[in-house]
C-alpha cells in the first residue's frame, strides 16, 4: 500500500482543540431550564367550566385513553352527561386530535412535561382545570 | 414530583406512593451509606436501544443534556451495566433478548422504562406482536412518562433512580428474586416456544450471587 | 482448511445502528458469510391501520421510521389527497418543503454521529448531536414536539407558523454553515477517516440499478437519480438545487455525498424563507367518521435522507383505508446490499459498513 503524507489530514483535526476554550453548550439540566415554547404539546388542561361532556374526545381517541368519569369538583351546569373526561397517561401519545376536536376549547395541551413514578397504576391524569 | 391530590393531577392512592419505603425506616449504616453514594453516583447503561426511546438517548448522552454529569455512561456489555433502558415498547423477539440480557446483569441491576408503551401498551395496545405492560416480565423501578420523553424527563427518571438508590429501598431484582415463579410464568405463556432455557436462571433457585 | 466461527453482531451491541443482528461466519477477522435478521421492531403498522380511520391513522405513520418521521407524514398526507382529489395552497407546501429539509438536515448530522462513533472518533457525535438538537428547537417551535411531529396533514399542514420564525431559522442556517468548514477539519479531510473510510464497502453500479437501491448509495456509484428532481412533488420544480454525485462508490464517497446534500438542503432552506407566499394552510375536512376515501388506489414516493420512499395507499369507499403497504429504503440495502458487501470486509468494518449505509431497522420491519 502506498504511504502518502498528507499533512493537513494529519494536523487539522487537532483545531477541534480550540473548542475547549469556547464556552459549553450545556444545558445544566436542573439549574438552568429551557423555556417554554409555546405550543408544546405536552400534558393536557381541561377547563371544567367550559366542558360540557360531550365525548367528542373520547371518541376520536384511538388509543383509548379517555374515559369520562365523574368529577370532583364544579362542573359547567350545561354538561350534558355530568362527565369529564381523565387521561390515562400510559396509552395517550400526545397527538393532539382530542384538543383539535374539543367544541368548546376547553381540553388543551399546555407546555408540562416532566413524571417519573415507580408505580405503573399511578399514570391515569385528570387534566387540571385551567 | 408525586401529586397527591385526587382530583387533580395523576391519580394514585396515597398507600401506593409508600409501597417503596419500609414503614420501620430502615437505618442505613455509615458503610451501607457509603455504598449506596458510591452506586447511585456511578450507573452505567446497557448499550441497547430496544424500541424508538433510542433517539432521545443520544441527545442525552451527548453535549446538549449531558448525562455524564451524573455519573451515567453507556456499558456495552451486561456484565458491566448497572440499569437496564427499555426504551419505548417491546416486540416479542426483542422481549426475550431483554430477558436473556437482564439475567446476565449482575446484581444490584435496576430498569428503567420509557415512554406510554411500558405503562399500559401506548399506541400499539391492539397489536399482536408487542408487550403491553412490561411490570408482569420484569420488575421495572421508575416509570418515565412521554411519547418520546424529553431528555429532562429522562433526567428526572434517573434522579429519582439515585434516590431510591439512596434511601436503600427493596429494588426490582429483589421482586425478581422472591417471585421468580409468577414472572417466569408471564413470560412462558407470552413467549411460548421462544422462551429462554431454563439454565439462564437456575442459579436463582440455587440462591447465589448473580 | 479453516473452520469458520459463527458469531452473532447481535440485537445488543454498540454498533449496530438500531435493534437488528447480523449473524457472521469468520475466519480469522474476515467475514464469510453474513445473514441479517430483523424482526426485533415489528408492531403490524398496516394491520394497525386498518382499525383507525384516515385523521386517526395520521397520528400513528410518522412512528414508521424514528430518526426521520416527516417524509412518512408527507407520504401519507400526499397519497390521502390524491385519493380524495384535494389541493393544498401553496403556502403550505412551501412550508412542506421547509419541514423535510429540516428533517433532512437532521438526519445527516444524526448519521454523522454514527458514522463517527462506528470507527471510534468521539468528537464528532457529541458535536453533531448537539448541533441537531438546535434544529429539534426550531421543530418545537412550529410543530410542538420534539421528535414526532404529526403536523403535515392531509389538507395541508396543522397550524401556521409562529412570528419570527424566520428569522431563527435563518440564524440556525448561518451557524451551520459557518460549522460545516470545522467538521471538514475533524472529519471529512482528516488522514485517519480517510484511512478507514476509502474503499471499504464499494458498491457496484450496475447492481445498483438492478436491485432497486437508492439515496446516497447510488448517487456515491455515479448514477445520478433523486425523487425530488425526477419526479417533482410539492414545490420541489420550482427551487433551484443540485444533485451531488460522486464516482467512487466506497464509504468516503457516500459520506462526501450526504455532506454536499447538507449544503443543498441549507439552499433550499434559504430560498423556502424568501419565497414563503401568504395565505391559508389548511383544508377544511369533514369529522373523521365522514371522511370516505374512494374506491382507488395510488402509489406516492418521497426522498428521505436514506432514499426512495414510497407508499401505496387503497381505498374502499368507506372511512378506513383498505391497505397500506410501506416500502422504505433500508429493506434493501440490509438485506441483498449488506450481505454482499460484508463477505470478505474485516470484522471491525461492519459498524462502519452499517452506518454508511444508513440503515434504518423500524422502517424495514414496520
Known sequence: ???????????????????GFKRPHTLNYPLEKRQDVPGYRGFHVNSLIGCVGCGNCQDICMNEAIDMIEPLAEINPKNASGLVPRIDYGRCCWCGLCADVCGPGSLRLAGDAIYVGPDADSFLYMPRDE | MYHKSQCEGFQCEPGLLDEGVDPEDRQLGPV?????????????????????????????????????RFGIINAPTPRQADVLVISGYLALKTLKRVIRSYEQMQ??????ALGSCTINGGMYWDSYNTVKQVDRYLPVDIYVNGCMPRPEALIEGFVALQERIARGEKAGFHRYREKIDWYKANQRRVLGEMMPPDYTYDWYHAGGIA | ??????????????????????????????????????????????????????????????????????????????????????????????????????????????????????????????????????????????????????????????????????????????????????????????????????????????????????????????????????????????????????????????????????VQSIRLLRQVADRLPAGEVQCKLPRHRQLKLPRAETYVQTESARGAFGYFMAGDGTPYLRRLQVRGPSIVHAFTLLEDLLVGAQLSDVALIMTSLGICPPEIER
Open chain 3, 1 to 262: 482448511m479453516s473452520e469458520t466461527i459463527k458469531i452473532f453482531h447481535g440485537p445488543q451491541h454498540p454498533g449496530v445502528t438500531g435493534n437488528m443482528s447480523l449473524e457472521l461466519d469468520l475466519d480469522g477477522e474476515t467475514i464469510v458469510k453474513a445473514k441479517t435478521h430483523v424482526g426485533y421492531l415489528h408492531r403490524g403498522f398496516e394491520k394497525l391501520i386498518e382499525r383507525r380511520t384516515v385523521i386517526q391513522a395520521f397520528t400513528i405513520v410518522c412512528r414508521i421510521c424514528v430518526p426521520e418521521p416527516d417524509p412518512n407524514e408527507e407520504n401519507f398526507a400526499r397519497g390521502v389527497e390524491e385519493l380524495l382529489g384535494l389541493e393544498i395552497s401553496e403556502r403550505a407546501q412551501f412550508i412542506r418543503v421547509m419541514i423535510l429539509e429540516l428533517a433532512r438536515l437532521q438526519s445527516h448530522l444524526l448519521w454523522l454521529a454514527g458514522q463517527g462513533a462506528s470507527i471510534g472518533h468521539e468528537v464528532v457525535p457529541q458535536w453533531a448531536v448537539g448541533e441537531r438538537d438546535y434544529i429539534l428547537d426550531l421543530f418545537e417551535e412550529i410543530t410542538g414536539g420534539r421528535v414526532y411531529h404529526m403536523y403535515i396533514y392531509p389538507g395541508g399542514v396543522k397550524r401556521d407558523l409562529p412570528d419570527g420564525l424566520l428569522e431563527r431559522l435563518l440564524v440556525l442556517l448561518d451557524r451551520l454553515e459557518a460549522r460545516l468548514p470545522e467538521y471538514d477539519r475533524i472529519f471529512f479531510d482528516n488522514a485517519g477517516v480517510k484511512k478507514r473510510l476509502q474503499k471499504v464497502g464499494v458498491v457496484d453500479p450496475e447492481e445498483a440499478i438492478r436491485n432497486g437501491y437508492s439515496g446516497p448509495v447510488i448517487r456515491a456509484c455515479g448514477i445520478d437519480r433523486d425523487v425530488r428532481r425526477d419526479a417533482p412533488y410539492l414545490v420541489y420544480d420550482q427551487l433551484a438545487f443540485d444533485v451531488p454525485t460522486e464516482s467512487d462508490g466506497d464509504a468516503y464517497a457516500r459520506a462526501l455525498v450526504r455532506r454536499a446534500e447538507m
Open chain 1, 1 to 19: 500500500m502506498a504511504w502518502n503524507l498528507d499533512i493537513k489530514g494529519v494536523l487539522h483535526p487537532f483545531s477541534a482543540l480550540k473548542q
Open chain 2, 32 to 68: 451501607e451509606r457509603l455504598v449506596a453514594w458510591l452506586r447511585q453516583k456511578s450507573l452505567f447503561v446497557l448499550a441497547y436501544g430496544t424500541g424508538c426511546g433510542a433517539i432521545e438517548m443520544r441527545p442525552l448522552m451527548t453535549s446538549r443534556f449531558d448525562a455524564e
Open chain 2, 107 to 112: 446484581e444490584p441491576k435496576y430498569v428503567i
